[in-house]
């Protein structure tokens, strides 16, 4: 019998074509893994976000600054997220909603009017995009309703009842502020000609004017919202001669119902001068909100990375002392925007949603 001799040419080929065959076959099992798993083959790739919030050297830059930075923590590696210092309350959930920003600041009422497409969203129509990812990360802003001692006025009802001549002061159309004077005058029946009708004045103003006009006895109500400690209304009352008025319980319900504010805040005693006792109020916390084309498990690790390092945004700013990570997912918190699913899933994996 005659030995079949192979020579080295031939091993190298056999050789050659066996290990073909085994790539092949590891290639074909690597894709049927990956079909079968879409989500295992793209949550380690790095993401690159647009985080709206309003300009430079305001609170909320800071905030964003801050959680820009806890969250890349938690991001795949060689992941970025980028800053806008624009466009604040009411531009933020249009940048969101067109996806112009993947996350931004919002308010959690003009969340509400945004994906409702109400109030300052009439015109422009429902933000349907948006998704509430964290509610409630600071103290609230509240309405503030602010008079003079020297005014006569004891509350709103009383300007309509007695068609008392008023001098009212505004922020400029187009902010938040604005739109809550028109809120609480149409909450008692009124709008700003009943107020020009009755012999006085309606003024929209910058913030540092109206602080001054108020101080000089040049006006006699500003309706605005407020931070807690808000410098520009420490400011207003430092003189010691302004007053804050209350909404009637049954009007503060129906702005809250209509609105989204949250019932049940308060200007707080000693937080502004001549505040002897807490004051009832309405208002809105600061939440972020994303587009809802976010992947999932990119909204759950922003989510993871917010609620779980509280301290830490303390530390960047005082004001976020006021963040209930265990209430973050609430309606209340965030104006009754949909919860992106992927915030959705970490709420429920902290057992928080039932």
């Known amino acids: 019998m005659k030995k079949v001799r192979v020579s080295k040419v031939g091993l190298l080929c056999i050789f050659v074509l066996i290990l073909s065959l085994v790539v092949v076959g590891c290639g074909e099992s690597k894709q049927q893994q990956q079909s079968e798993s879409p989500s295992e083959s793209t949550k380690d790739q790095q993401v690159n976000l647009n985080f709206a919030s309003m300009s430079m050297g305001g609170s909320w830059y800071v905030y964003a600054v801050n959680i820009a930075e806890l969250i890349k923590t938690y991001l795949p590696a060689g992941s970025t997220v980028d800053v806008f210092?624009?466009?604040g309350g009411v531009g933020n959930p249009i940048l969101v909603n067109n996806g112009e920003a993947d996350i931004a600041l919002s308010f959690s009422a003009i969340g509400n009017w945004a994906y409702n497409g109400i109030v300052d969203y009439e015109e422009k129509g429902k933000m349907a995009n948006i998704r509430a990812l964290v509610g409630g990360l600071n103290k609230p802003h509240r309405v503030g309703?602010?008079?003079?001692?020297?005014?006569?006025?004891?509350?709103?009802?009383?300007?309509?009842?007695k068609n008392m001549k008023v001098r009212?002061?505004?922020v400029q159309r187009g902010g938040s502020g604005e739109t809550l004077a028109r809120q609480v005058l149409e909450a008692y029946g009124m709008t700003y000609d009943d107020i020009i009708d009755n012999g006085g004045s309606v003024s929209h103003i910058d913030l540092p004017v109206a602080v001054q006009q108020m101080q000089d006895g040049q006006a006699?109500?500003?309706?605005?919202?407020?931070?807690?400690?808000?410098?520009?209304?420490?400011?207003?009352?430092?003189?010691?001669?302004?007053?804050?008025?209350?909404?009637?319980p049954d009007k503060a319900e129906l702005l809250c119902e209509k609105y989204g504010h949250e019932n049940g805040l308060k200007i707080e005693k000693d937080e502004f001068n001549g505040v002897k006792e807490d004051i009832p109020a309405i208002g809105y916390p600061t939440g972020v909100i994303a587009n809802k084309d976010l992947p999932e498990?990119?909204?759950?690790?922003?989510?993871?990375?917010?609620?779980?390092?509280?301290?830490m945004l303390v530390?960047?700013?005082a004001s976020l002392a006021g963040f209930e990570p265990t209430e973050a997912w609430k309606p209340t918190k965030n104006g009754s925007v949909p919860l992106h699913p992927g915030a959705e899933k970490y709420y429920k994996e902290k057992g928080w949603i039932k």
Do not use: W
């Not at 309703?145 to 009842?161: C, F, V, W």
């Not at 006699?220 to 909404?247: A, M, S, W």
């Open 85 to 87: 210092p624009y466009q």
């Open 220 to 248: 006699d109500l500003f309706i605005h919202n407020i931070g807690y400690k808000q410098p520009d209304i420490v400011e207003l009352c430092l003189r010691g001669n302004i007053r804050f008025l209350t909404l009637d």
């Open 168 to 170: 009212l002061l505004t």
């Open 315 to 317: 530390d960047a700013h």
């Open 145 to 161: 309703i602010m008079t003079t001692k020297n005014s006569g006025i004891n509350s709103i009802q009383d300007i309509k009842d």
């Open 297 to 311: 498990d990119i909204a759950y690790l922003i989510t993871k990375a917010i609620c779980e390092n509280k301290e």
